[in-house]
């Protein structure tokens, strides 16, 4: 089932199952919305345009339109359009049953396989015919596999379609779980669809997965399969949106392709021209609850319309649906659930047999077609028990709607929010390079490369200064601008921005030296490279300092993200995280520590900070190498 969080394994096996049909198709022009939706035109036949739109994390489908592009086409799209366009697709491909879809084109002479991740943050990989990596649209590092350039693109995924009678019996005989569990996730089928496939096997769903009838499962989970397979009946119902009609479910709307269902479900796209121009005005909080209870009270007065014309039906129909209880409390206490059902399909010219449109094993109960109206009915009650079960269920919406006319009756007025109005920090000559202040308000500047150290030693380095620099190959040049009695912080900033925390250590030894000890004239013979410099004379060592970088939110005097010893950045900042050496590059750091710094505040304050605390401005502040998030 589709949800508006996203597609399921056997959604995108209906989508790649309705793709592949469309073959032969050519690659047309790639475009990126924002920054996780992409487009392809695709080229097919007889001049056949089809427009497939992919939510990385979320959706794939085609759709009828796309939404507007951006003028200047973001880079990722551009290296697609390069490599791809243009090219013959050979294949759209299901990676298992995963979240997981490659589509595969061949331009020149080689293939390019194009990946699409719709699981978790998701993500757009193209890879050459031996699946390297040539630019993954993000670049993740994990611990069992690495999707950044150069890299071997890596897949696990199960899937019980290709597992033989013998491995699937296996299978569930090595369960410990229940049945409709061990599908959901041994088989990825998640739960409404190993549901299904439970009620088709006619097995109960609590049953021990190694005690049921391993070939009627199996053979209920190839029917499922070839049903999403054959998009014999695309809808959308109040859970979602399926490609095949699920037992108990309401249909709202029904579709020709499950592509169509999906693009009426989902929210359109918003373009570059059209978020401008289609912005509605913002609602109070009041207003919002106000419609959404408003919403509520429609839909309880549905249900208790809906509730009201069951009743009205079953005593229309009260003799023929009396004797199908009969019949079938008393069937089921001598047949399996199975036989019945195969029973009342044998006998379609039966008038009551004709009644039944579903069979529910599990709850003993059957779905009744009375004029029109779908009504579940339990044949181990009485008739009236049966209603007394819809009474109920119009006092209980009766009820909701009561109670939400009061909740609205009830409601304060809301007063005016004031808008927050926050200074951001104005641009400094030394925020080009890495910066903090000491705990007493002295600055501190490192540079960030071999230009910048030669830079600071030659123009910023003054007489009154202190020249800091880790004793490792590699790392920033400090120079601290004044005298300071935290000394320790600016030896700390030294070792944290050296290559010591790159190699994954969490101690370096750190020197201090003044400025006229600090030369680039070689002794005769040696060679000073770029960045580097030779300091003469008694140099004052500091031993094992220990590594470690803070990153924050400042708000006063200004707003701005501020970064450097943990003990300095304490005083100074709202909010804060802290690092210390780990696997996470420098990008999915800066990622994380916004994503920390932003559940450490408010709604509110959340909304007025948008401008200052971004990955750009955290990414200046994290380390070289890779990094870890730890309690601050």
């Known amino acids: 089932m589709a949800t508006l969080q996203g597609m399921s394994g056997v959604d995108l096996r209906a989508l790649v199952a309705e793709s592949a049909d469309r073959l032969p198709l050519w690659v047309g ?47 990722f799209a551009m290296l697609l359009r390069k490599h791809l366009e243009g090219g013959k697709v050979l294949g759209i491909r299901q990676l298992g049953l995963e979240r997981t879809m490659s589509i595969d084109v061949g331009k020149r002479d080689t293939t390019y396989h194009l990946i699409f991740e ?50 699937f019996q296996g299978m569930l005989d090595g369960s410990d779980r229940d049945i409709v569990r061990t599908l959901a996730v041994g088989c990825m089928l998640g739960g409404a669809y190993a549901e299904e496939v439970c009620r088709i096997a006619g097995v109960e769903k609590s049953a021990a997965a190694a005690e049921v009838d391993a070939a009627a499962v199996r053979e209920a989970f190839e029917r499922l399969m070839a049903a999403v397979s054959g998009r014999s009946d695309p809808v959308i119902t109040p859970s979602g949106c399926w490609p095949v009609v699920l037992a108990g479910e309401e249909v709202r709307e029904r579709f020709a392709t499950f592509s169509e269902a999906l693009d009426a479900f989902y929210p359109e796209v918003a373009g570059e021209k059209e978020a401008a121009a289609t912005e509605k005005p913002r609602l109070s909080q009041a207003e919002v609850i106000r419609r959404r209870q408003a919403e509520a009270i429609k839909g309880f007065e549905k249900k208790v319309e809906r509730y009201q014309r069951v009743v009205e039906v079953i005593y229309e129909n009260y003799t023929a649906v009396a004797g199908i209880i009969t019949t079938l409390d008393d069937a089921s206490k001598e047949r399996s659930w199975q036989e019945i059902e ?34 579940k009915i339990y044949v181990h009650e009485t008739i009236e028990q049966n209603l007394g079960r819809y009474y109920d269920q119009i006092k209980k919406f009766r009820k909701k709607k009561t109670g939400a006319l009061a909740a609205m009756e009830r409601m304060v007025p809301e007063k005016p929010r004031q808008k927050q109005t926050l200074a951001l920090l104005k641009k400094r000559w030394y925020h080009r390079f890495r910066w903090f202040t000491t705990s007493d308000g002295v600055l501190v500047i490192g540079g960030r490369d071999a230009s910048q ?141 916004v994503r920390a710094l932003r559940e450490k505040l408010s709604e509110d304050e959340w909304k007025g900070l948008k401008n200052a605390l971004n990955t750009e401005a955290v990414a200046a502040f994290v380390p070289p190498g890779g990094s870890d998030i730890v309690e601050s």
């Open 29 to 75: 022009k790639i475009y990126q919305f924002d920054a996780k939706t992409l487009g392809i035109r695709l080229n097919g036949e007889d001049r056949a345009k089809y427009l497939l739109l992919i939510e990385t994390g979320r959706r794939a489908h085609f759709t009828a339109e796309f939404p507007t592009p951006p003028k200047n086409p973001p880079s």
């Open 118 to 167: 719709l699981f978790d943050e998701g993500n757009a990989i193209l890879c050459d015919e031996r699946y390297t990596i040539i630019k993954p649209l993000w670049h993740h590092r994990f611990k069992t596999r690495e999707v950044v350039p150069g890299a071997v693109y890596a897949f696990e995924g199960a899937d019980c379609s290709s597992l033989s009678p013998e491995a």
């Open 342 to 375: 195969q029973i009342l399909r044998s006998n379609g010219d039966n008038p009551a047999a004709k009644m039944v449109r579903a069979v529910h094993p599990a709850e003993a109960a059957v779905e009744l077609d009375l004029s029109g109206e779908r009504v």
């Open 453 to 593: 150290n030669e830079e600071l030693v030659k123009k910023y380095m003054e007489g009154g200064d202190l020249f800091v620099h880790a004793d490792v190959h590699g790392g920033s040049v400090v120079i601290v601008k004044g005298a300071t009695e935290h000394l320790d912080e600016a030896v700390q900033f030294a070792a944290s921005y050296s290559n010591a925390w790159k190699a994954g250590h969490f101690t370096a030894d750190v020197y201090a030296a003044r400025p006229d000890q600090v030369s680039k004239t070689a002794e005769s013979g040696e060679y000073v490279a770029r960045g580097a410099f030779i300091v003469r004379g008694e140099r004052q060592y500091f031993r094992n300092v220990p590594l470690g970088v803070a990153i924050g939110l400042a708000m006063a005097p200004a707003v701005a993200v501020i970064g450097g010893p943990p003990s300095a950045v304490a005083g100074r900042a709202k909010v804060r995280v802290e690092l210390l050496p780990g696997q996470f590059e420098q990008n999915d750091t800066a990622k994380k520590v």
